[in-house]
């Protein structure tokens, strides 16, 4: 069992509707978790970064904690053509910085 | 605000050979970690650097090893080189030693041939 698990996608989504991305975890006593977006060719971008149970937004990005269910999610709203990317869930299981990471999602968002 | 500088681009190597990759971190970081990227895959990590020694370790090799300067800028060097070694090399720059955001320089890609 992989210890960070994504749906690999590709997610489609038309523009404007919401992309919904799923990211499971296995070390249960894991308290930080960040999304980052890769472009094609390029290096990962911090989108945001969650360590509380619960929702937390910035602009159109959502994302969600549920720590019992060993879960976290990212909505996207009103998705743009440039939202198209792979969208990497990080863990950072004992808070020492070691980060483990999903494969990505990749979404693509179509006109 | 420089953000994470990474050099060289990219580095065309053959196998056995050695590569010295380099990494400054985002004004006002002490902590650098090195990732690996394989093509489809997430980042893997290498090791962490805080205060000049490497504090975590991910599962890789002792032909990876690395050093972090006073300045905190960093070096990964690789050992031996295998054509599995291709891959994308990220440097991520943070704040103290653990559980704050990390943010990645633009990589270094290397070709092992």
């Known amino acids: 069992q992989k210890e960070v698990e994504q749906n690999s996608g590709p997610l489609s989504v038309p523009e404007g509707a919401i992309a919904s991305l799923n990211c499971t975890y296995s070390d249960r006593v894991s308290q930080s978790f960040f999304w980052y977006r890769q472009y094609s060719g390029k290096s990962p971008e911090l989108i945001m970064s969650?360590?509380?149970?619960g929702d937390k937004e910035d602009g159109r990005f959502t994302a969600q904690l549920n720590k019992a269910s060993q879960y976290v999610s990212l909505l996207i709203r009103d998705s743009q053509p440039s939202d198209s990317a792979t969208y990497l869930c990080a863990v950072d299981p004992d808070s020492w910085g070691k980060f483990q990471f999903g494969a990505g999602t990749q979404v693509v968002v179509t006109p | 605000d420089a953000g994470v500088t990474q050099s060289p681009t990219h580095l065309i190597k053959t196998r056995g050979q050695q590569v010295t990759l380099r990494c400054s971190p985002k004004s006002g970081h002490d902590t650098v970690s090195w990732y690996q990227q394989a093509l489809g895959q997430g980042p893997q990590f290498i090791f962490q650097y805080y205060e000049e020694e490497e504090r975590q370790r991910g599962n890789f090799p002792d032909r990876f090893s690395g050093h972090q300067f006073p300045n905190y800028s960093s070096e990964l060097n690789v050992n031996a080189l295998l054509l599995g070694d291709s891959a994308l090399y990220l440097c991520?720059?943070?704040?103290?030693?653990?559980?704050?955001?990390?943010?990645f320089g633009p990589g270094t890609r290397l070709t092992v041939t």
């Open positions: 969650i360590y509380s149970n």
């Open positions: 991520a720059s943070s704040s103290g030693r653990g559980g704050y955001e990390q943010y």
